[in-house]
């Protein structure tokens, strides 16, 4: 099984470097599904040149992102291979991540004696599978070969949560600050990460130990078996916390001090603040693409602008809250929620953030194995991802169409993935119901 998996891993990295070093015809770099004013790294080239004149990267509307990605990527404009390399890396991390899980998982199951019970339903290996999905994702490919800056961030993402799973607070930190810094909405991933380094990885909840423990202690139950269930049942833990939060302070500072030396003669903090969170959170980019705030706002009257522009920004800090009330006994999967959302909600989306949280999606491909309407998910991301091309043509390039045909594709991108990360979610809840009752019986 195991070389199986690294020859699909093997021919997934192969298939990337063959359209990086030939596919230079498909022009992915411009397509709106592809590139953002946030990601493009044709803007960054831009700003690069701007920097090396200098002036400042922010000067007039195409450079929005990061001075430290000038600096790394600046000089490395020309080549795609280092997003290769991203990507690989990202999956390797998305497989320790499922395989820490998938441990964690089989203790509570055998605390709980519920192994061959849950096993013999469903027992595949969650991070090699995820790690797959990310690797052979469509979106994930384009991507890569679209030479965006997407790769970089969900590598970010994936640093971040591989370090909560692990109990490493000094990579959990660092991953959490450069995802923040490069795209600020990763910042509501605060609330799962603090889960992961207090309780642990994903568990099923605490009631259902509880009342595993009362119907042993009717009946005659070893020490050793009571140890285990209490080393699985963990409490609330501050020292990883703590830690977690001095070394946030730590990597905040060295991002901030770096930052301000590489704009030291081309500008400041204060400007990058205003062009890249700035830009963010106000949406003065109007460009076409595949989410839904970009005709919302070329439509809204100007009076009513800031309003809304209060309500789609508050929308995502709404849900974090109830969701981490009823989600905390599964802190990684309180993880593929938020970045999910973020990836619906977001003012600039790409098609780089959903394969990041489909490939987080993997991680849970036993307990969400009953998941409902796979069928209809499936072909509707096929369906979308072909009609999105098609119509943006019409639209643009034939003018035998309107910006309604290719908002259409991204009103139902957005239904799709609603409908994903509600079933989802309902399908996580009904397997820690079936545990609970497996266990009451």
Same mark, same amino acid.
């Given at each position: 099984?195991?070389?199986?998996?690294?020859?699909?891993?093997?021919?997934?990295?192969?298939?990337?470097?063959?359209?990086?070093?030939?596919?230079? $015809?498909?022009?992915?770099?411009?397509?709106?599904?592809?590139?953002?004013?946030?990601?493009?790294? *044709? *803007?960054?080239?831009?700003?690069?040149?701007?920097?090396?004149?200098?002036?400042?990267?922010?000067?007039?509307?195409?450079?929005?992102?990061?001075?430290? !990605?000038?600096?790394? &990527? #600046?000089?490395?404009?020309?080549?795609?291979?280092?997003?290769?390399?991203? $990507?690989? &890396?990202?999956?390797?991390?998305?497989?320790?991540? #499922?395989?820490?899980?998938?441990?964690?998982?089989?203790?509570?199951?055998?605390?709980?004696?519920?192994?061959?019970?849950?096993?013999? /339903?469903?027992?595949?290996?969650?991070?090699?599978?995820?790690?797959?999905?990310?690797?052979?994702?469509?979106?994930?490919?384009?991507?890569?070969?679209?030479? @965006?800056?997407?790769?970089?961030?969900?590598?970010?993402?994936?640093?971040?949560?591989?370090?909560? @799973?692990?109990?490493?607070?000094?990579?959990?930190?660092? #991953?959490?600050?450069?995802?923040?810094?490069?795209?600020?909405?990763?910042?509501?991933?605060?609330?799962?990460?603090?889960?992961?380094?207090?309780? #642990?990885?994903?568990?099923?909840?605490?009631?259902?130990? &509880?009342?595993?423990?009362?119907?042993?202690?009717?009946?005659?139950?070893?020490?050793? $078996?009571?140890?285990?269930?209490?080393?699985?049942?963990?409490?609330?833990?501050?020292?990883?916390?703590?830690?977690?939060?001095?070394?946030?302070?730590?990597?905040?500072?060295?991002?901030?001090?770096?930052?301000?030396?590489? &704009?030291?003669?081309?500008?400041?903090?204060?400007?990058?603040?205003?062009?890249?969170?700035?830009?963010?959170?106000?949406?003065?980019?109007?460009?076409?693409?595949?989410?839904? !705030?970009?005709?919302?706002?070329?439509?809204?009257?100007?009076?009513?602008?800031?309003?809304?522009?209060?309500?789609?920004?508050?929308?995502?800090?709404?849900?974090?809250?109830?969701?981490?009330?009823?989600?905390?006994?599964?802190? @990684?999967?309180?993880?593929?929620?938020?970045?999910?959302?973020?990836?619906?909600?977001?003012?600039?989306?790409?098609?780089? $953030?959903?394969?990041?949280? !489909?490939?987080?999606?993997?991680?849970?491909?036993?307990?969400?194995?009953?998941?409902?309407?796979?069928?209809?998910?499936?072909?509707?991301?096929?369906?979308?991802?072909?009609?999105?091309?098609?119509?943006?043509?019409?639209?643009?390039? *034939?003018? /035998?169409?309107?910006?309604?045909?290719?908002?259409? /594709?991204?009103?139902?991108?957005?239904?799709?993935? /609603?409908?994903?990360?509600?079933?989802?979610?309902?399908?996580?809840?009904?397997?820690?119901?079936?545990?609970?009752?497996?266990?009451?019986?």
């Amino acid at each position: 099984m195991a070389i199986r998996y690294w020859q699909m891993a093997a021919a997934a990295v192969g298939f990337r470097l063959v359209l990086v070093l030939f596919g230079g $015809d498909l022009h992915l770099a411009s397509r709106p599904e592809v590139s953002t004013p946030l990601t493009s790294l *044709r *803007r960054l080239a831009e700003g690069y040149w701007l920097k090396q004149a200098s002036v400042s990267p922010y000067s007039g509307s195409m450079y929005h992102g990061s001075p430290l !990605l000038l600096s790394v &990527l #600046g000089p490395l404009t020309n080549s795609s291979l280092i997003f290769v390399a991203v $990507d690989f &890396l990202a999956a390797m991390l998305i497989r320790a991540t #499922g395989h820490k899980l998938q441990m964690a998982r089989n203790r509570s199951l055998k605390s709980l004696d519920l192994t061959k019970a849950v096993n013999d /339903t469903v027992n595949v290996s969650a991070g090699d599978v995820a790690s797959l999905i990310y690797l052979w994702n469509p979106w994930a490919i384009v991507t890569c070969v679209g030479s @965006c800056t997407s790769p970089i961030e969900n590598l970010m993402v994936v640093i971040m949560i591989y370090g909560a @799973c692990s109990r490493l607070a000094p990579l959990a930190a660092f #991953g959490y600050v450069m995802a923040t810094h490069l795209s600020l909405y990763p910042a509501i991933l605060i609330v799962p990460v603090i889960l992961l380094l207090s309780y #642990g990885p994903d568990a099923p909840p605490p009631k259902v130990f &509880l009342i595993k423990g009362s119907s042993a202690s009717k009946s005659d139950e070893s020490d050793n $078996d009571k140890t285990t269930r209490q080393r699985v049942v963990q409490q609330f833990s501050w020292k990883p916390v703590l830690h977690f939060i001095f070394w946030l302070f730590i990597w905040s500072c060295h991002v901030l001090l770096l930052s301000s030396v590489i &704009l030291k003669k081309v500008g400041g903090l204060h400007e990058m603040f205003e062009k890249m969170y700035g830009f963010i959170l106000t949406v003065k980019d109007l460009s076409p693409n595949i989410g839904v !705030l970009w005709y919302f706002f070329a439509e809204v009257f100007n009076f009513f602008r800031n309003f809304f522009l209060i309500v789609f920004n508050m929308n995502i800090i709404f849900v974090v809250l109830p969701l981490a009330i009823r989600l905390k006994h599964r802190p @990684c999967f309180l993880a593929f929620v938020y970045t999910a959302i973020v990836a619906i909600l977001k003012s600039y989306p790409s098609a780089g $953030d959903s394969a990041l949280y !489909l490939g987080l999606l993997g991680l849970f491909v036993n307990e969400l194995a009953e998941m409902q309407f796979t069928f209809f998910l499936f072909f509707g991301y096929i369906g979308v991802s072909l009609l999105s091309p098609v119509m943006h043509n019409l639209w643009i390039w *034939r003018g /035998t169409g309107n910006a309604n045909f290719y908002f259409a /594709t991204g009103l139902a991108y957005t239904c799709l993935q /609603t409908v994903l990360l509600v079933e989802s979610v309902s399908s996580m809840i009904k397997h820690d119901r079936k545990l609970r009752l497996l266990v009451t019986s």
